[in-house]
């Protein structure tokens, strides 16, 4: 809403263009470890992938890091070892979470051991995914939404995906249920495209739209809110960026999420 | 234990006083302006014969000095009036009650030498800043909208809060640590429109002091300045009427006598119309939205005789923002000041003052699905007695104050269909007290001091549930307190120490000390000041800020007080700083102390400042060189890291050009060092996007920012009664693009890499103004 606002200031006062390209001052870091894996509620090949930083002004190809050894066990005792399939640096292993489970990562990689655990909450089932037209100074914007009912009697974490005709968006949509406890939701997921193009960022009609839902445990929830507190919002604006709080040892960047896992799909009309 | 700490105070004070008390005579008066009847804060009154003394009038224009019995000279002057000199026989305790003409009324010539005061380069006190209301008047604006929290960004030591923005930092300190006052009520927000204009409506302003440092011991609560604004009491002579209509606001005030020379009042009214522009629009949902703030600044006082004169002011201001069926967003201040001086006897002079004060703010979300509103208010009544004794060298200050704090957090409306809940958050009492003594001491003729101390307590009151926290922000203990009941309690001695040493009437050396503390604090993940900030009180979790300050400064006048050459160093240690966990979440959010972080940080710095103060061409340059730092065991592995508005240089210029009678030309000119920021170091892939790894906290730097604003004021033919005038201004005239906010986007020329995309706030606007005055 803030952001409106601020939209809306600008709009009154840019006169001349207001954006440029800039070169900024920063010394690329050298490469840090990032874990990121999640364990969901189908049986599917699980994927922990591994890979590692590039410098800010390197391009953007994300080194794998094969060889490593990835188990997870889980809080009932079973062991799963994770293999390295086709892709370098993903780890699979054709499993299913169950909810109310806790799982336990290991990972040793390049002679350090990394460890991270993760209970996966119980499924909230997702309703309906639909669209919802906006007014925005006088101009109609179609957004997508996704429909449940929150559960009265627990804490809820979500995490969602927005695809639009197969494309991701670059927003991370996070939410907890500390203001809307028990109450049915329609939660909108404004679409922003990988794109620098923000006349792209409407939905048209016969666009498909794709709606991934997960119920997340708090930790991961922290993880994507941090980040999503940062996104597309450089520095002097807000919370000053940091690294998102990983639930991984050892320094790794990433996280270790055991969630639920939904997904819907629909055509805007 | 609290009163036996006032009782201490007091004795001691006593027997200073009676100490110092001789058998002399006094000379006591008020000196006001001829034309207004205003009375004139800060005026010089030097008396010579057997001895020579002098002395300033206080904020009530209200001054007296002692000596020995004798016929002395004695001269009244203030800058920008004649000067008034008379011969008096000092054979009883005698009252001088004068009035001084205005420069405007006289030519240039009579405002000769002799009332060009050496007040910066004589008296103790340091880190003082006043602004002079005329050149304010003159001082180049976005949308020609004068403003005394801009002009007061262009001093040395004081940056600014943003572009276009009125927050501001004073050595080093965060935004929230302004004590701003205006009739001494504090204004917890004083920005309108997020923070373009300021809640000051300038027509309302008498005066206007910032203390960057050696804060006197009257003033409490905030660790990094205090800006002090006075309002205008009013015309108690005749009917007056002035206003301005501009780009975005019109202005009007009346003032006038309710009772000839004894009593007058002042009212002062602005508003803005952007939002009228806005509905001229075909569109329905762009001509429902709002976009507006007014302010009405009242004043009434009244001599009920000569020992007595009763001052009520108020204000009050608000703005709205709201875009039809989506969202409505008002804001504001209400303050109330009720004040009584009493004249003892010549000696000693009282202020008793009753003070109300609230901030609040409204939210009210329209969508159909999360359809709520939310409130928010902090609310004070503040009881300040204050003394000030007049002795032959010394000018004693004591007094008491007591502030109750409420502060209801928020509170969320919704109904049943809302799919957010509506929640009452605790609200939070408070009581902050203070006692405090000071004595400004003249020495000798090379020697001032200007010493005291305050005791300041602050009580966290029930009804409530106080929770404490781990480090990990989990519960450790609740506690639940009853209404009425203490829970928590801090006490802090805050030491305050000036000095200085004259060469010659031209030359001297400052030095001071001080220690201010702070217990109401501002939660905000914002840069610029925001109309949702949310207040805190001192609690189990939070301790009290603490400030220490040491500053050395040297100051010049040359060609007789006609230009002003200062340098200050300073070096400050702040404790119990505030800042934030990853992933906090501060709003509506009972638990938020848990989210806190708590550290230390330290400023320092020197500022350069040179000034000349009247002829044709004035104004003055301003340079600052410093450093602000935080330290944080959670942050940048608890090395120092730079604050975000830690910039290295500041240097502003301003011009005044006085070309005829009827064209004035003025000019400033900014340039600082951009802020300190993060910057990405490297950048990983994550849920199938990009993020970015950061490893020094605020390593970076924006880009400079560097502004050039003009303007020109032309007078229109002085009728007999009526006058107006035309401005016009143009900001940023060299329409430079200044760093507003820099996001990262995938670079344009090269789709695999990475590139900074600053956004800039305003390039080059001009504004014109027309004013009035019958």
């Known amino acids: ?269 | 234990m609290l009163i036996r700490h006032y009782l201490a105070l007091f004795s001691l004070l006593f027997l200073s006083t009676s100490i110092f008390a001789q058998k002399k005579f006094t000379l006591s008066g008020t000196i006001r302006d001829a034309g207004t009847g205003e009375t004139l804060i800060g005026a010089t009154v030097r008396i010579s014969g057997a001895s020579t003394a002098a002395t300033l009038t206080n904020n009530y224009g209200y001054f007296a000095l002692t000596q020995a019995e004798g016929t002395y000279t004695v001269a009244v002057s203030y800058t920008g009036y004649a000067s008034v000199v008379k011969t008096i026989n000092l054979t009883k305790d005698t009252k001088l009650n004068e009035e001084l003409k205005s420069a405007n009324d006289l030519d240039e010539v009579t405002v000769s030498a002799n009332n060009r005061k050496n007040d910066n380069v004589k008296s103790a006190q340091m880190g003082l800043e006043r602004i002079d209301m005329k050149s304010l008047n003159s001082i180049p604006v976005l949308l020609g909208e004068k403003d005394i929290l801009k002009t007061i960004q262009l001093l040395p030591g004081v940056k600014s809060g943003g572009e276009g923005n009125t927050g501001f930092y004073v050595r080093g300190g965060a935004a929230d640590q302004n004590l701003i006052i205006l009739d001494e009520a504090v204004v917890y927000n004083s920005s309108h429109l997020l923070g373009f204009f300021s809640t000051f409506n300038a027509d309302a302003i008498k005066d206007v002091s910032l203390y960057k440092g050696g804060m006197p011991a009257q003033y409490g609560g905030r660790l990094s300045s205090v800006l002090d604004v006075k309002m205008d009491d009013g015309n108690n002579k005749e009917f007056k009427f002035q206003g301005g209509i501009g780009l975005i606001a019109s202005r009007l005030k009346a003032e006038g006598p309710i009772v000839k020379d004894r009593g007058s009042f002042m009212v002062s009214f602005r508003r803005t119309y952007i939002d009228l522009f806005l509905r001229a629009s075909p569109d329905s949902s762009v001509n429902g939205s709002t976009l507006n703030f007014y302010d009405i600044n009242a004043k009434a006082n009244y001599k009920i005789n000569d020992k007595n004169t009763i001052y009520i002011s108020g204000y009050f201001g608000k703005d709205n923002i709201g875009v039809k069926d989506l969202f409505e967003n008002n804001w504001g201040n209400v303050t109330t000041t009720i004040r009584l001086n009493h004249i003892f006897n010549d000696r000693l002079f009282s202020n008793t003052s009753l003070i109300y004060n609230n901030y609040n703010y409204t939210v009210r979300l329209l969508n159909d699905a999360t359809n709520f509103k939310a409130t928010s208010l902090v609310r004070d009544f503040n009881f300040k007695e204050d003394f000030q004794y007049f002795s032959n060298k010394h000018t004693l200050r004591f007094g008491v104050n007591a502030t109750q704090h409420r502060i209801s957090p928020i509170d969320i409306d919704s109904d049943e269909a809302s799919q957010v809940n509506s929640l009452t958050q605790e609200r939070r009492y408070g009581i902050e007290s203070a006692a405090y003594v000071s004595d400004e001491w003249a020495v000798n003729e090379h020697l001032n001091f200007l010493y005291g101390v305050r005791l300041a307590a602050f009580s966290l009151m029930g009804p409530g549930n106080f929770s404490t926290y781990d480090a990990d922000g989990n519960i450790l203990s609740t506690e639940n307190v009853a209404k009425g009941k203490f829970h928590k309690n801090y006490f802090n001695l805050e030491p305050r120490f000036s000095v200085s040493y004259l060469f010659n009437e031209e030359n001297s050396i400052k030095a001071s000390y001080n220690r201010n503390t702070q217990n109401v604090h501002i939660l905000t993940n914002a840069t610029s000041s925001s109309p949702t900030d949310q207040y805190v009180l001192s609690s189990n979790n939070i301790k009290p800020e603490i400030a220490d300050q040491v500053a050395l400064g040297y100051f010049k006048n040359l060609d007789e007080n006609n230009y002003e050459l200062s340098g200050e160093i300073y070096y400050k240690w702040l404790q119990n700083q505030i800042d934030y966990k990853n992933a906090a979440e501060l709003l509506a959010n009972s638990n938020v102390e848990s989210e806190l972080l708590y550290g230390v940080g330290r400023a320092y710095g020197m500022e350069l400042f040179f000034k000349k103060k009247f002829g044709k061409l004035n104004g003055w340059v301003g340079y600052t060189l410093s450093r602000t730092e935080r330290k944080f065991t959670e942050l940048n592995n608890g090395k120092y890291f730079p604050a975000r508005q830690d910039r290295t240089h500041d240097i502003s210029v301003v011009g005044i050009y006085n070309m005829t009678k009827r064209w004035t030309f003025s000019s400033s000119f900014i340039y600082s060092t951009g802020n300190a920021v993060t910057y990405p170091a490297g950048k990983y892939s994550v849920g199938g996007q990009m993020a970015y790894y950061y490893t020094e906290r605020n390593a970076g730097r924006m880009p400079y920012s560097m502004r050039l604003d003009v303007s020109a004021t032309l007078e229109g033919k002085v009728r007999k009664k009526y006058q107006s005038s035309w401005n016009f201004g143009i900001y940023n005239l060299l329409a430079r693009k200044n760093p507003y906010a820099i996001e990262f986007i995938t670079d344009p020329d090269n789709p695999g890499k990475t590139a900074a995309q600053q956004t800039s706030l305003f390039g080059l606007i001009p504004s014109i103004t027309w004013n009035f005055k019958f």
């Open chain 1, 1 to 269: 809403m803030k952001k409106l606002v601020i939209y809306f200031s600008l709009f009154a006062f840019c006169l001349t263009g207001c954006k440029k390209i800039i070169e900024i001052d920063t010394e690329n870091a050298d490469p840090q470890l990032v874990i990121e894996g999640r364990i969901n509620d189908s049986l599917i090949d699980q994927q922990i992938k591994i890979s590692k930083t590039i410098g800010y002004t390197e391009t953007n190809v994300f080194p794998k890091v094969s060889g490593a050894s990835v188990t997870v066990t889980d809080s009932k005792g079973n062991t799963f070892v994770f293999k390295e399939g086709s892709t370098s640096g993903t780890y699979i292993n054709k499993m299913k979470g169950v909810p109310g489970v806790t799982y336990n990562l290991n990972v040793t990689a390049e002679g350090q051991t990394y460890t991270a655990s993760s209970k996966m909450p119980n499924v909230v089932k997702m309703d309906s995914i639909g669209v919802i037209n906006n007014f925005f100074f006088g101009r109609e914007r179609k957004t997508a939404a996704v429909f449940f009912k929150d559960p009265a009697n627990e804490t809820n974490f979500y995490h969602f995906n927005l695809y639009v005709n197969d494309v991701l968006s670059e927003r991370f949509y996070v939410n907890n249920d500390r203001l809307t406890n028990g109450n049915d939701l329609r939660i909108q997921l404004f679409f922003n495209p990988p794109t620098n193009d923000h006349d792209s960022d409407e939905l048209n009609a016969n666009d498909k739209i794709k709606i991934e839902m997960e119920c997340i445990d708090s930790n991961i929830f922290d993880y994507w809110y941090a980040l999503s507190q940062q996104s597309n919002r450089g520095p002097n604006q807000g919370t000053t960026p940091a690294n998102p709080t990983s639930n991984i040892s050892n320094q790794a960047l990433g996280y270790f999420s055991a969630n639920t896992y939904q997904v819907l799909s629909a055509t805007v009309k």
